[in-house]
């Protein structure tokens, strides 16, 4: 019951960003549940298009604790997922006068920390 007491949680989350969802979710599997600094270590080295975006999401969760007294090396990743955003609809020009649709996908990235 301490533990509850003393335990702080903190979020950031990033909108509309121009990532498709499961390629996204496929590197937050990757760091949910280890802690904050194995957490940047992994998406330091991961070769994806996702990681540059989630690093600074988890990032930016870490500075949203309130106190300045907290060990970053405390701090673990309890809930990590993507949402579907809108998607961004385009028209590529086909031949014989025809449109072939385009959809851009987007995705909101929310990210929780607890110490």
């Known amino acids: 019951m301490e533990n509850n007491l003393n335990r702080q949680e903190t979020q950031a989350i990033g909108k509309y960003i121009r990532l498709s969802v499961q390629k996204t979710r496929r590197v937050l599997d990757q760091i949910r549940g280890k802690k904050y ?3 940047l ?9 996702p990681c540059k975006v989630i690093k600074k999401i988890l990032i930016s969760a870490s500075h949203n604790i309130s106190t300045n007294n907290i060990n970053r090396n405390e701090l673990i990743i309890i809930e990590a997922f993507a949402n579907e955003g809108p998607k961004l609809k385009r028209f590529q020009p086909r ?19 607890s110490t």
């Open 95 to 113: 031949a014989q006068g025809r449109a072939f649709p385009i959809h851009k996908p987007t995705c909101h990235i929310t990210i929780k920390l």
């Open 41 to 49: 270590l992994l998406l330091e080295f991961m070769p994806y298009k």
């Open 37 to 39: 600094q194995d957490a």
